[in-house]
T-cell receptor, first 110, second 113 residues
Framework: GEDVEQSLFLSVREGDSSVINCTYT??????LYWYKQEPGAGLQLLTY?????DMKQDQRLTVLLNKKDKHLSLRIADTQTGDSAIYFC??????????FGTGTRLLVSP | EAGVAQSPRYKIIEKRQSVAFWCNPI?????LYWYQQILGQGPKLLIQ????????DSQLPKDRFSAERLKGVDSTLKIQPAKLEDSAVYLC???????????FGPGTRLTVL
């Protein structure tokens, strides 16, 4: 199957770190992406990681990849109320289509 | 650099009516995608174009959905006739090539009554 799995919901307080998890399916996936979707908006690319990397850091965002377990995580440091949104992980291998997870709704409370 | 443009942003129609969506990709992007996003789910690819040719339309319900990209730039997606289950957000995305990062437009929210 093509099920990319994510937990449905995460709630944190402003200033805390958020960790959003994803389990993907295709061990040959070349790229793994994180997209953010705010209400009524399209998908905004946050970051991506090559499959030959274990970690990528971009300002407040840290992506960790465990290829053995096909597990991807997104850590948001110092989470702000503006980070409240739905976060999608997605996998892609070469010319194959981009396959999205079900999305994790992040709620940041003041 | 301008992003992916889509119109309209919202559309409400009755079942069995027809509807069309328009997408203008990022300049220079050869690959264009249409996705359907049902409420509470991740986007699902409907059709992928490389320039003006179709690369993948395996998940497009061809009895009612059609899409074209005649000049290899803009694209239209049509539904005729619409069903209640077509209510969703239709997202257009583009990329430089088929293996490159995809950038998404704001989407068109379709409600079928």
């Amino acid at each position: 199957g093509e099920d990319v799995e994510q937990s449905l919901f995460l709630s944190v307080r402003e200033g805390d770190s958020s960790v959003i998890n994803c389990t993907y399916t295709d061990s040959s996936s070349t790229y793994l992406y994180w997209y953010k979707q705010e209400p009524g908006a399209g998908l905004q690319l946050l970051t991506y990681i090559f499959s030959n990397m274990d970690m990528k850091q971009d300002q407040r965002l840290t992506v960790l990849l465990n290829k053995k377990d096909k597990h991807l995580s997104l850590r948001i440091a110092d989470t702000q109320t503006g980070d409240s949104a739905i976060y999608f992980c997605a996998e892609k291998e070469g010319f194959q289509k981009l396959v999205f997870g079900t999305g994790t709704r992040l709620l940041v409370s003041p | 650099e301008a992003g992916v443009a889509q119109s309209p942003r919202y559309k409400i129609i009755e079942k069995r009516q027809s509807v069309a969506f328009w997408c203008n990709p990022i300049s220079g992007h050869a690959t264009l995608y249409w996705y359907q996003q049902i409420l509470g789910q991740g986007p699902k690819l409907l059709i992928q174009f490389q320039n003006n040719g179709v690369v993948d339309d395996s998940q497009l319900p061809k009895d009612r959905f059609s899409a074209e990209r005649l000049k290899g730039v803009d694209s239209t997606l049509k539904i005729q006739p619409a069903k209640l289950e077509d209510s969703a957000v239709y997202l257009c995305a583009s990329s430089l090539g088929q293996t490159d990062t995809q950038y998404f437009g704001p989407g068109t929210r379709l409600t079928v009554l």
